[in-house]
C-alpha cells in the first residue's frame, strides 16, 4: 500500500530562520551563551551576529549609546572578515550570559525577519560573491556601515539607513544573492549621502547662527 504524500513541510537544516527556532525552543526560559550561537549555525553565526546587532536599529528613531556599543561589534566582526582573517571576539564575550527572555524575544525576531529574507533570497548576480576579494569588499563596506551607525546622532533615521545597509549586505552574503548585496551597496551610498546632507545642513547653520551673533 503507498503511504500517502504529506503536504508538511520539514525543516531545513540549513535554513539560518530554522536553526535559530530551534536553539529559541532548546533554550526556551533559560539563560545561554553567546558561543551556543555561533555552534549552532555552523560558522555562518558571525553574519548572523551582525543582523541580530542592527536588528534594534530598524526604526526612524535613534538610540545614541546603544548604537554605539552594537555598532562597534558589528565594525569588528566585519573589518576583520574584509581582512581575511577569522572573525573573533573574546572568550569572556562568547561565554557571557545572555538573559533568558532578552534571547528568546530577539531570536524570535530574528526568525521571523530571516524567514521573510530566505522566501526573496536565492544565489543569482554571481559576480557579486564571484571571489573572495568580492566578499571581503562587501565585508568592507559593512564595517562602513558599522561606523556610520557609531555616530551618537539624535536625528531621525540615523541609525536606519546604515542598519538597513548592514542587514542588506550581510544576508546577501550568507545566502550568496549578488540583488541583496547590490541593494546594500546603494543603501551604503545613500546613508552617506543622507549623513552628507546632515554635515552641511550643520554647517549652515552654524553659519549662519554666527552671522546673527555677529550682527552680519
Known amino acids: 500500500m503507498n503511504t500517502p504524500a504529506t503536504t508538511q513541510q ?8 530554522d536553526q535559530l527556532r530551534a536553539l529559541e525552543s532548546r533554550f526556551h526560559g533559560q539563560p545561554m551563551r553567546l558561543g551556543q550561537v555561533f555552534e549552532v549555525t555552523k560558522g555562518r553565526g558571525f553574519y548572523l551576529l551582525m543582523i541580530l546587532c542592527c536588528l534594534p536599529f530598524l526604526t526612524p528613531i535613534p538610540t545614541l549609546m546603544l548604537s554605539t556599543a552594537f555598532g562597534l561589534v ?3 566582526t566585519a573589518l576583520r572578515l574584509a581582512l581575511g582573517q577569522k572573525p573573533w571576539l573574546p572568550q569572556r564575550v562568547m561565554e557571557k550570559q545572555l538573559p533568558a527572555g532578552f534571547i528568546s524575544r530577539l531570536l ?3 526568525a521571523r525577519l530571516l524567514s521573510w529574507l ?11 560573491h564571484y571571489s573572495s576579494g568580492m566578499d571581503r569588499l562587501g565585508a568592507g563596506l559593512i564595517a562602513f556601515a558599522a561606523l556610520m551607525l557609531m ?9 536606519f539607513f546604515p542598519a538597513a545597509a548592514i ?9 550568496r544573492d549578488g540583488a541583496c548585496s547590490l541593494v546594500g551597496w546603494l543603501m551604503c551610498g545613500l546613508s552617506l549621502s543622507f549623513l552628507g546632507v546632515l554635515a552641511f545642513g550643520g554647517v549652515t547653520a552654524f553659519e549662519h547662527l ?3 551673533v555677529r550682527g552680519d
Open 210 to 212: 554666527g552671522k546673527f
Open 118 to 128: 530566505e522566501a526573496m533570497l536565492r544565489p543569482r548576480l554571481a559576480f557579486m
Open 151 to 159: 555616530l551618537p546622532l539624535p536625528v531621525p533615521f540615523s541609525n
Open 10 to 17: 520539514e525543516p531545513d537544516s540549513h535554513r539560518l530562520s
Open 108 to 110: 524570535r525576531a530574528a
Open 167 to 175: 542587514l542588506l549586505l550581510a544576508a546577501g552574503a550568507l545566502a
Open 74 to 76: 558589528i565594525f569588528l
